[in-house]
């Protein structure tokens, strides 16, 4: 597929995904499984409150149970572990995700080390880390399985190419370079003390950029005909790439919005049929 000036679209891309994922679920139904998302949020963050509702409301138009579990500002750490491995436990759950960021007094990582890693649907765990490194994780961290989601619909190549990856965060950056590397592209990981970063980005083949800053990647920076993910979602609906100087060096961009974040929920929805599916067997 030759691409000219094509605008990845996320939208396209995950509702193709939520049609296979709602065939899927409509079998399982026939025999009598409810695949059921188990979402926790802890305390009031309004924008944490919102990123639960929506996954909450994708699930119930699929038709797939979403048990919403809200838990008190002041919960201690050793409570919501409590309350994660009393879910893991139960049958009827297919996938936990706990929102975040949580509270700052509860240890974020302890509370997603809890998670089975059966049920670790959106990838937070170290050993589903592990699994991804070796190249036969179940269940991807979201947002990088939503990257290369993109990529797979679109047919990017990957394979012999130079791929950056802006950012090392331990649920995009690290994830997402070790997706790439499975696919046999060369990658380089960059981070605040890379050295002469635009220097490296104009060498890309593929830019993914995940760093949490608005408008950071400029168009000089580009290589003409480079393919850039943009994986930020910044205040003002406002991606990490400088969208309109980007657009007119790249050969293929996701915007922002309607890009990687759509397809981040839809692969949340596709990991948790993918459990209850397991629960079939």
Aim: hydrophobic letters at 40%; glycine letters at 8%.
């Amino acid at each position: 597929m030759v691409l000219e000036k094509l605008i990845l679209d996320g939208i396209a891309v995950a509702n193709t995904v939520k049609e296979h994922v709602k065939e899927r679920v409509e079998y399982l139904k026939s025999k009598d499984i409810r695949p059921c998302l188990a979402t926790i949020l802890v305390g009031n963050d309004p924008s944490s409150a919102t990123y639960v509702k929506m996954k909450g409301n994708e699930c119930e138009r699929l038709g797939i149970l979403s048990k919403r579990i809200h838990l008190p500002e002041e919960t201690t750490t050793e409570e919501l572990v409590a309350c994660i491995i009393e879910l893991n436990h139960s049958t009827d759950i297919d996938g936990i995700l706990l929102q975040h960021p949580v509270p700052s007094h509860i240890d974020e990582r302890a509370a997603f080390e809890a998670i089975s890693i059966e049920k670790d649907v959106d990838g937070v765990t170290s050993q589903g880390f592990g699994q991804l490194a070796f190249g036969f994780s179940d269940y991807p961290c979201c947002t990088p399985a939503a990257i290369m989601q993109i990529i797979e619909h679109y047919k990017i190549p990957v394979e012999g190419k130079h791929a950056v990856v802006i950012g090392r965060s331990p649920i995009l950056g690290k994830p997402v370079s070790l997706m790439l590397l499975n696919k046999n592209a060369t990658v380089t990981t960059c981070h605040s003390k890379t050295v002469d970063l635009p220097s490296i980005v104009k060498q890309a083949d593929i830019v993914v950029a995940a760093v949490g800053k608005p408008n950071f990647v400029k168009g000089d920076w580009i290589k003409d005909g480079a393919v850039i993910l943009d994986a930020g979602y910044n205040k003002g609906n406002i991606g990490d790439v400088d969208y309109e100087e980007c657009f007119n060096k790249a050969r293929a961009i996701t915007p922002v919005p309607g890009g990687v974040g759509p397809v981040t929920i839809s692969m949340l929805l596709k990991h948790t049929v993918d459990s209850a599916e397991k629960r079939e067997k």
